[in-house]
């Protein structure tokens, strides 16, 4: 099967940057798709940016988001890595890893992702 662990959240002030990794292992097959994820407590998962396997295919929640965030995968050290920068408040939360047997598509349903990681604690403050 799929694991994913991520690292690389913390704290931050708003403007700042932090730089996500998760590292994955498991069949490729089941990683065709893989994705960040953000939560905040009493509220739904809700899809950040995707990226399908040749890294040419990227998909952003919000052009707000693609103008702030960049999501990369290196499939030969198995990582998959979410770069923010200018955060603000609103970007805290809970961010998870996550990957797919299908194909990424503008869509991101959370229902395609099978694969979740622990998560990683992102805080920005005022």
């Known amino acids: 099967q799929v ?6 959240g913390g704290w931050v002030q708003t403007g700042g940057s932090l730089r ?5 292992s498991g069949p490729v097959t089941l990683r065709r798709c893989l994705g960040w994820f953000r939560q905040v407590s009493g509220k739904e998962r809700e899809a950040v940016a995707t990226i399908n396997r040749g890294g040419g295919d990227k998909f952003y929640r919000s052009h707000s988001i693609e ?4 999501i990369t995968r290196d499939n030969f050290a198995n990582t998959v890595s979410l770069q ?3 955060l603000r408040p609103e970007d805290t939360g809970m961010y998870f890893c996550a990957a797919s047997a299908s194909t990424c598509d503008r869509y991101m349903r959370l229902s395609e992702f099978d694969y979740w990681g ?9």
């Open 3 to 8: 694991t994913l662990v991520e690292s690389g």
């Open 20 to 24: 996500l990794t998760c590292t994955q």
């Open 67 to 70: 103008g702030r965030f960049l």
């Open 84 to 86: 923010m920068t200018n």
């Open 118 to 126: 622990q998560g990683t604690q992102v805080t920005v403050s005022s």
